[in-house]
């Protein structure tokens, strides 16, 4: 199968697709506004939404919070417990509690959780599939697969499969674990096809990002630079701050929903020293792209990316791309979509004034960029091709 025929799925032989990225239900509820979200999260959501205008696909968000109910008609936050109570042991350990007692407590919350994992996702009915791509809860892959639903990986970056991550670190454990217990797994790239089979020894689908194309917003252009993303060490944010000191004559716009560690609040210090510079502590999703609209240029300051939603972002808004070391599956060299300064701090400042300098040098790479990202990265081929995907995995009898 190519994984463009035409599904099996309908109203009366449904398929339920689970999402369990707690992360990502900010984008379809009122609540959770404090959540930062990275380029999986955007891609999960561009897909959750993609499904659920296909008939005969239900979409289930899974979360154990209860404050969260989806605004979207079409597509429901199923509530569930969890049965991890570890951390009661963890506290009776603590205070000293005896040995004896707290072997009991480890032996009858191990037999409570066992018994709330069975009843995990137990009204589930007909042809199901968990899609994952962060750190999902493994608890909810185990009672999944135990209800017959199948379970697919996503892989967001490649940092999650070449070895960047040491693999006593958590993001490299928990990855390790879902892609053992998964039925399949989707990369973007061949790069990360070929990591997947080096490292982990099997085969992958690769199913590039999608987006949902609709005319930029008609804002005039700044002489500004804009940098999104999550304020973690991978993203570098820092470098940002470096380059603004080198082009004190352009306005920087730095997006950076604050996480929960010391990061942003030393960037929002630093930030305070420069004239030039505008901290802006996240942005709602209907918003964002008069940002990339209005900007002169985007830049990238990242160690490790799979593909960034901000290049697709960017592409859609006819806004020039710049990379400080990462040339993105060789996009920015081969295809001419945009530039990498490969590690060098003055040529990054050059490839970014360039843009900044020139409307005509802007205007072209910008169409440029639009007509290739376009073409590539179609929300509609990309829903087509994991029903396909779900289809072969549920073994749909035509």
């Known amino acids: 199968m190519d994984g463009l025929s035409p599904h099996s799925f309908s109203p009366d032989n449904p398929l339920t697709v689970y999402f369990a990225m707690d992360s ?3 984008l379809f509820c009122e609540s959770g506004s404090e959540w930062s979200f990275g ?4 891609q999960m959501y561009y897909l959750a939404s993609g499904f659920a205008k296909i008939s005969g696909v239900r979409v289930r968000l899974l979360t154990n919070r209860r404050d969260y109910i989806s605004i979207y008609p079409d597509i429901t936050v199923q509530h569930i417990k969890l049965p991890y109570y570890g951390d009661i ?3 009776l350990e603590k205070k000293h509690v005896p040995a004896l007692l707290v072997w009991i407590a480890k032996k009858f919350i191990g037999r409570f959780d066992g018994r709330r994992r069975r009843k995990l996702l137990e009204d589930h009915r007909g042809n199901g599939v968990l899609l994952m791509s962060s750190l999902e809860n493994p608890d909810i892959v185990h009672a999944a697969k135990r209800q017959g639903i199948k379970t697919v990986y996503r892989i967001s970056g490649d940092a999650l499969v070449d070895g960047t991550y040491a693999p006593d670190t958590l993001a490299r454990t928990v990855v390790d674990q879902l892609l053992e ?3 399949a797994v989707v990369v973007q ?3 990360q096809r070929h990591a997947y089979k080096e490292n ?3 085969d992958s689908t690769i199913i590039l990002s999608g987006f949902p194309w609709s005319d930029p917003p008609k804002v005039p252009r700044k002489r500004q630079v804009l940098w999104v993303g999550r304020c973690v060490a991978v993203k570098r944010p820092w470098l940002l701050l470096e380059l603004a000191n080198r082009l004190p004559d352009a306005q920087f716009a730095f997006i950076a ?3 929960d560690d010391g990061l942003y609040q030393e960037m929002e210090r630093e930030v305070g020293e420069l004239d030039n510079v505008t901290l802006i502590p996240g942005v709602p999703r209907a918003e964002i792209s008069r940002y990339y609209a209005e900007s002169a240029v985007v830049v990238n300051t990242s160690f490790t990316e799979g593909l960034p939603n901000t290049l697709i972002e960017a592409c859609a808004a006819q806004t020039p791309y710049v990379t400080y070391s990462l040339d993105i599956r060789g996009l920015m060299s081969k295809e001419g979509i945009g530039d990498c300064a490969e590690g060098d701090m003055d040529f990054f400042a050059h490839l970014t ?3 900044l300098d020139s409307d005509e040098r802007r205007a072209e790479v910008g169409k440029k960029a639009f007509d290739y990202a376009h073409e590539t990265w179609s929300l509609e081929v990309a829903v087509k091709r994991y029903l396909g995907l779900f289809d072969q995995l549920c073994n749909i009898k035509r």
């Not at 380029?39 to 955007?42: D, P, R």
């Open 24 to 26: 990502f239900l900010g």
């Open 181 to 183: 217990l998964s039925d």
């Open 189 to 191: 790239s061949k790069y």
């Open 257 to 259: 929903p604050p996480p």
């Open 353 to 355: 004034r360039q843009y």
């Open 200 to 202: 982990y020894g099997k």
């Open 89 to 91: 042991v963890e506290r």
């Open 39 to 42: 380029g999986a999260e955007m």
